[in-house]
């Protein structure tokens, strides 16, 4: 599996737990400020995800990742990272 195909496949393994917890998801064709590759939409509000493969972005990284203008203050954001060593994401909230 090339890494196209690897990170894909990491982005619909995301996309299937966040329906099996009660969100209705919108796969977006262009990460919205260049990092959210999903929009679940649930309950309690939106929450933005974005998917790595590998390691963490970096903490300055990790930071710039903020709600994008004009979206709600109260939007959640979490980054799934997938590695080989495991069969589902590590996430971290922000």
């Not at 999903?38 to 974005?50: A, D, E, K, N, S």
């Not at 990742?65 to 994401?89: M, N, V």
């Amino acid at each position: 599996m090339t890494l196209a195909e690897q990170c894909q496949a990491d982005v619909e393994h995301s996309a299937a737990i966040l329906t099996a917890a009660g969100c209705d998801v919108v796969p977006l064709l262009r990460p919205i400020a260049q990092a959210w590759t999903l929009l679940g939409i649930g309950p309690h509000g939106l929450l933005l995800v974005h998917v790595v493969r590998g390691a963490w972005p970096e903490m300055l990284g990790l930071q710039s990742l903020g709600i994008p203008p004009r979206w709600p203050a109260g939007t959640g954001r979490l980054i799934d990272r997938y590695t080989d060593d495991g069969p589902g994401p590590q996430v971290r909230l922000l």
